[in-house]
């Protein structure tokens, strides 16, 4: 099929590929010339402006950091609305339902449909077509795009057949990984100030009980090489979590366990590390500690 896709950074340039890949026709667009340049190299087509690309393209795909970003490509004179051929808005970011509910309205006034579509597994995940997929919007949408959104993971979900569903399925995800991240943080630290090799608590806990995200993926790729590179800036994740949090809090759920958690990111960003990678909170537990771990990769 042919889509367009705006939005060429971390995930956006791997997930953009992997439609390539597969003989998927391809319009492209980012605020940033060059971050576009690797797809125009393998015959995608450059657009203009988002109003040029949802001129071009009846599926459009969406992968943006923030809301405010977001919310810039769909709105103006040259946004996404005024393009007159969209008729598929595809979300594949992290926004919360709020959002979502003010992104479908706006597109359901100008006859265009909104699906849902948010992934996980971070810039390793989409490199290598093993994200999670989860999804939800008009069926008929759904299994229109599924050839396609199939292609970025191993295990593609429906959430429901309202958007909006999806982004609650998300943030599950998100808020756990989180909440894994930070007392991983902590507790390799401490193991390891405590007289322990990094890559023998590695291996116990990924045999144990204790095994999340944080010690299959984020500690072995990113920590433990001291790199700190996973791919996703922090700020990005205390987004999620700050829509995980006012999610679990709308509906009445006590989000103690995710309040502690976002203390952690917190502290680390008031010190400066809002830019840095998420994997770099470590780093932060380590100068509280006055304690570093060792480079084991």
Same mark, same amino acid.
């Given at each position: 099929?042919?889509?367009?896709?705006?939005?060429?950074?971390?995930?956006?340039?791997? @997930?953009?590929?992997?439609?390539?890949?597969?003989?998927?026709?391809?319009?492209?667009?980012?605020?940033?010339?060059?971050? @576009?340049?690797?797809?125009?190299?393998?015959?995608?087509?450059?657009?203009?402006?988002?109003?040029?690309?949802?001129?071009?393209?009846?599926?459009?795909?969406?992968?943006?950091?923030?809301?405010?970003?977001?919310?810039?490509?769909?709105?103006?004179?040259?946004?996404?609305?005024?393009?007159?051929?969209?008729?598929?808005?595809?979300?594949?970011?992290?926004?919360?339902?709020?959002?979502?509910?003010?992104?479908?309205?706006?597109?359901?006034?100008?006859?265009?449909?909104?699906?849902?579509?948010?992934?996980?597994?971070?810039?390793?995940?989409?490199?290598?077509?093993?994200?999670?997929?989860?999804?939800?919007?008009?069926?008929?949408?759904?299994?229109?795009?599924?050839? @396609?959104?199939?292609?970025?993971?191993?295990?593609?979900?429906?959430?429901?057949?309202?958007?909006?569903?999806?982004?609650?399925?998300?943030?599950?995800?998100?808020?756990?990984?989180?909440?894994?991240?930070?007392?991983?943080?902590?507790?390799?630290?401490?193991?390891?100030?405590?007289?322990?090799?990094?890559?023998?608590?590695?291996?116990?806990?990924?045999?144990?009980?204790?095994?999340?995200?944080?010690?299959?993926?984020?500690?072995?790729?990113?920590?433990?090489?001291?790199?700190?590179?996973?791919?996703?800036? @922090?700020?990005?994740?205390?987004?999620?979590?700050?829509?995980?949090?006012?999610?679990?809090?709308?509906?009445?759920?006590?989000?103690?366990?995710?309040?502690?958690?976002?203390?952690?990111?917190?502290?680390?960003?008031?010190?400066?590390?809002?830019?840095?990678?998420?994997?770099?909170?470590?780093?932060?537990?380590?100068?509280?500690?006055?304690?570093?771990?060792?480079?084991?990769?």
């Amino acid at each position: 099929m042919e889509a367009g896709f705006l939005g060429i950074g971390n995930m956006g340039l791997p @997930m953009a590929g992997k439609l390539l890949d597969s003989g998927h026709r391809l319009t492209v667009y980012d605020i940033r010339p060059a971050a @576009m340049e690797p797809l125009l190299k393998r015959q995608a087509r450059r657009a203009s402006s988002p109003r040029d690309l949802a001129d071009q393209c009846e599926i459009v795909f969406v992968s943006l950091p923030t809301l405010a970003a977001f919310r810039a490509v769909m709105s103006g004179e040259d946004g996404l609305v005024r393009g007159k051929v969209m008729k598929l808005l595809v979300n594949t970011c992290t926004v919360g339902v709020p959002f979502v509910k003010e992104i479908e309205q706006a597109a359901a006034a100008l006859g265009v449909t909104l699906v849902d579509c948010p992934i996980s597994g971070g810039p390793p995940g989409a490199r290598a077509g093993s994200l999670s997929v989860m999804v939800s919007g008009d069926p008929a949408a759904v299994e229109r795009l599924r050839p @396609m959104i199939s292609l970025w993971g191993r295990t593609l979900t429906v959430a429901g057949d309202k958007p909006g569903a999806a982004q609650v399925l998300k943030l599950t995800n998100n808020i756990l990984s989180a909440v894994a991240l930070a007392a991983t943080a902590e507790a390799f630290v401490m193991g390891a100030k405590g007289g322990l090799d990094p890559e023998v608590m590695l291996a116990a806990i990924n045999a144990g009980s204790g095994q999340n995200s944080a010690t299959q993926a984020k500690f072995p790729n990113a920590v433990m090489t001291r790199s700190f590179d996973f791919g996703a800036e @922090m700020h990005i994740l205390m987004k999620d979590i700050d829509l995980a949090i006012a999610q679990g809090e709308e509906l009445g759920v006590p989000m103690l366990v995710c309040q502690a958690a976002r203390l952690v990111f917190k502290h680390a960003m008031q010190k400066g590390a809002a830019n840095e990678d998420l994997t770099a909170i470590v780093k932060y537990v380590e100068r509280d500690a006055g304690f570093e771990m060792p480079k084991t990769r």
